[in-house]
Each structure stands twice: as structure tokens, then as C-alpha cells.
């Protein structure tokens, strides 16, 4: 029995291009290579969490929306 799958981001790259929907990823311990490539879809950020300056990522990304 498989838990952990899905579709790899070439399926759903098309798709994701025509929502037109930014989204934004913030990865830690994951494919932070995959998540920046699906944020920048559609202009949005992408952060990885494993860095040390992680919360002036985050605090930035939200002051950007206030």
C-alpha cells in the first residue's frame, strides 16, 4: 500500500500554469529544487526552511501581503 505519492510537478506544471494561481512554498527537508520551480510558476516565493535566517524569510514574505 502506497501513502506517500502522487504527480510529479511535469504533470502538473500545464495545469498549475493555467489557474494562474501563485503559490508559495516554503520546504524543509524536501526537493527545495522542485518547490522553488512550482512557486515560480506563477511569480510567487519559494523558501527554504532549513536556513538559519528562516524567520526573516517568512517575516518577509508576509509583510509583502499586509
Excluded: C, R
Amino acid at each position: 500500500m502506497l501513502f506517500n505519492s502522487g504527480h510529479s510537478l511535469n504533470d502538473i506544471k500545464d495545469m498549475m500554469q493555467s489557474f494562474a494561481i501563485p503559490i508559495y512554498t516554503i520546504g524543509y527537508n524536501a526537493n527545495i529544487k522542485e518547490l522553488k520551480v512550482l512557486s515560480q510558476i506563477n511569480e510567487a516565493a519559494g523558501i527554504n526552511a532549513d536556513t538559519e535566517d528562516i524567520v526573516y524569510h517568512l517575516g518577509s514574505l508576509l509583510n509583502t501581503w499586509m
